[in-house]
């Protein structure tokens, strides 16, 4: 168990619609990072917060949001929903988040599986 | 920008044999390397890691070494069992931020 908790599990909707996951990082981690895993682009970075504030973007859609809350739970809205937005979304938490030092671990979550009708 | 090569899978191999993945990356400066593995149904857990060159990263019979001269940080295992089947991603951290760049992952099974 990694620490990070990631709600739900598992998601099915239709396109067009619009879902919102949501992601617990470790205690103590102040930095969260949302990645995509499909089976044609593999892991792809798309945003990270550190301590409410977007820090960095990655492959990220127009149509996709984050956003990191004052308990630094996090959430991503995905919007506009296609048949192609259907994968595994992970989130991960470090304590880095400034820049400088190298980064020691990410600790990912279990993910949510969205399916997309 | 930061790009991450390894071996295409799959990769079969029965229990005891020997394991290599390749893996070389492309970055500027000085990243930190690591290994993932993902068991079925499950999300990354951090293998190992090494954060300048020369390190070697170790965990469960697994090792790699960070090389700078030839940019690369293959991972090994002398002898794997069956549990060890996952698909392993080597990824690197480097730059202006700390996201991790993924290789496409390599899918291990390892009959008995």
């Known amino acids: 168990d990694s620490g990070v908790t990631q709600t739900p599990k598992h998601l099915i909707t239709a396109t067009g619609q619009r879902v919102t996951l949501r992601c617990s990082p470790r205690?103590?981690?102040?930095?969260v990072y949302w990645y995509q895993q499909s089976l044609d682009q593999g892991l792809q970075f798309l945003i990270q917060?550190?301590?409410?504030?977007?820090?960095a973007k990655g492959n990220i859609l127009e149509r996709f949001s984050a956003q990191q809350f004052p308990d630094l739970h996090s959430e991503l809205n995905l919007s506009s929903l296609e048949l192609g937005d259907s994968a595994l979304y992970f989130c991960?938490?470090?304590?880095?988040?400034?820049?400088?030092?190298?980064?020691?671990?990410?600790?990912f979550g279990p993910g949510t599986r969205l399916t997309v009708t | 920008g930061n790009s991450v090569t390894q071996m295409e899978g799959p990769v079969t191999l029965s229990e005891e044999a020997f394991l290599t993945i390749n893996c070389t990356y492309t970055?500027?400066?000085?990243?930190?390397l690591f290994w993932y593995v993902q068991y079925p149904g499950e999300g990354l857990q951090l293998l190992l890691k090494?954060?300048?060159?020369?390190d070697k990263g170790s965990n469960k019979g697994f090792e790699a070494t960070y090389r700078k001269e030839t940019t690369s940080f293959h991972l090994e295992k002398g002898s794997v069992q069956v549990s060890d089947s996952a698909v392993y991603f080597c990824?690197?951290?480097?730059?202006?931020?700390?996201?991790?760049?993924f290789g496409k992952g390599t899918l291990l099974t390892v009959n008995p």
């Open positions: 991960a938490s470090s304590v880095e988040g400034l820049r400088g030092g190298p980064l020691s671990e990410q600790y």
């Open positions: 205690s103590g981690d102040l930095s």
């Open positions: 917060y550190y301590n409410g504030e977007e820090r």
């Open positions: 970055a500027t400066g000085y990243p930190s």
């Open positions: 090494a954060t300048k060159a020369d």
């Open positions: 990824a690197l951290s480097g730059g202006s931020n700390y996201k991790l760049t």
